[in-house]
């Protein structure tokens, strides 16, 4: 998938793609990120590194906001620190995780499938995951008083919560891709039929 929007960036332009022709050129890519949501937009350019800075602000405070819409639904006050440094730090935490895998999955070699079956070691990612320790040494490093179990207990399903928006980020950009290679096939096969039709 980010071979595909890679092309959108002035400084891949060189990028060959794997197949020989590409079914999709830029118009078609920046036709899908306009069909879309803008935080779309922020996931794709944070990923192919193009103003990634400014497009990771705009994602984190996108899902900081639906982080503390859910805390506020689920009546959660954190007791060790503020619901703002909260949502902060867990939201610092899952985008860090996401963006910056450790490397590939041991179990799967990195391809999310061991035989026909999702991985069950990584989930299907194909990367390994940060473990608690980390994502609370990165979410929280001014408070030194908070622990891996105190992470692992009261944020891991905001953790999670938070991780499957970015994975509903990437099913909708997959779909998207999917419908329009699907309607350049058809395309292609009409005018390639319509080539003999003359003869």
Known sequence: MLEQFARLNAGTQSLVVSNKVPLLDTADLCGVLASLEDHHSWYVYAMIDQRRSYNMELLHTYLMQLLLQEML???FY???VKPSEF?????????YAHFHPKGK???CNGFGVVGAKPCVKCDGKGTKEHNWSERLEYGFPMHKGLTRSWYRI????????????????QNDLHEKLL???KIEK???REENESLFDGI
């Not at 949502?87 to 985008?95: L, S």
């Not at 009261?154 to 980020?169: H, M, N």
């Open 87 to 95: 949502a902060y730090g867990v939201t610092k935490a899952v985008i």
């Open 154 to 169: 009261v944020c891991q399903p905001y953790d999670r919560f938070l991780g499957s928006k970015l994975a509903e980020i």
């Open 73 to 75: 639904l689920r009546r």
């Open 179 to 181: 419908k329009l290679k």
């Open 105 to 107: 999955c041991k179990a």
């Open 186 to 188: 058809a395309y292609r």
């Open 78 to 80: 954190p007791k060790k």
